[in-house]
């Protein structure tokens, strides 16, 4: 695998001696953890946070990634939800969450004598809505891949490429995307949330959220997928086992799956 952003992501990487790299066992910073291990070997340390606002079988896939790329994996539990601030949901959250969670990774890279601390921000990511982007230039917290002008596009084909089974995992979020802001945030929420998209996705459903308007479910899956749910017994069976999570109303929004649609209500 050669190309021109490749080396100059491994350039980058080498400059860094050795690093933290922020993990999540999503498409982007696996594909980033594959290549610092490939470039500095045991100075990488993959770095995971457990916490009720990510969903538990994300930390589960990210304990199989570092272990096919044979790295060092640190998991903290890190419980966002002791945070008032964060509990009442401002629209500046993920400001909030990202300069907890980094702060965190600042004292394990200095527990460990390592330079530098990165993530899987890619380029596309540069051009789009990010608030918790400040928190990461606050802290100094590097973005190899946009660095070296890697799309998402890019990401995904050099990881299928490499055959890492995340070249073509859905994008992922934290659970806190999934409520409207000021919406009071609790760990039987998240659950319900978590609950809900699990079910959808042991459906076979790929790209799903589960947006929170309690008493109402508000389901976002991918445009092709619509006529799926639509059928009859797919749909009472959906209907049958939200409301034993909880919701009263489920809804199907026809727009489909978007990125950040519970930001639209603030436009």
Not at 188 to 202: G, P
Request: net charge positive.
């Amino acid at each position: 695998m050669n190309s021109r952003k490749i080396n100059k992501l491994k350039k980058v990487l080498k400059s860094y001696e050795s690093v933290i790299i922020a993990f999540s066992g999503g498409t982007d910073s696996s594909f980033l953890l594959k290549l610092a291990v490939e470039v500095l070997g045991e100075n990488v340390i993959a770095v995971t946070a457990k916490s009720p606002v990510f969903p538990k079988k994300e930390l589960l896939e990210a304990k199989k990634i570092t272990g096919l790329l044979k790295c060092r994996h640190i998991i903290f539990y890190l419980n966002l939800l002791e945070l008032e601030t964060l509990r009442k949901n401002p629209i500046n959250r993920c400001y909030i969450c990202k300069k907890e969670l980094f702060l965190k990774l600042i004292s394990i890279k200095d527990r460990y004598n390592f330079n530098i601390i990165a993530d899987g921000t890619n380029y596309d990511d540069l051009h789009t809505f990010r608030p918790g982007r400040k928190a990461l230039n606050e802290l100094d917290i590097r973005n190899p891949l946009a660095e070296s002008g890697l799309t998402r596009e890019d990401i995904k084909k050099y990881s299928k490429i490499l055959h890492l089974p995340t070249w073509n995992k859905p994008a992922l979020s934290c659970l806190l995307t999934r409520f409207p802001y000021g919406e009071k945030i609790s760990v039987s929420k998240l659950r319900k949330i978590e609950k809900a998209e699990e079910y959808l996705h042991s459906l076979g459903f790929k790209q799903k959220r589960v947006r929170y308007q309690y008493p109402v479910a508000r389901i976002e899956i991918e445009k092709d997928e619509i006529r799926k749910l639509a059928q009859s017994n797919l749909r009472e069976k959906i209907l049958k086992k939200f409301k034993k999570i909880g919701f009263l109303y489920i809804t199907l929004d026809l727009e489909g799956y978007r990125p950040g649609s519970m930001d639209e209500s603030k436009e």
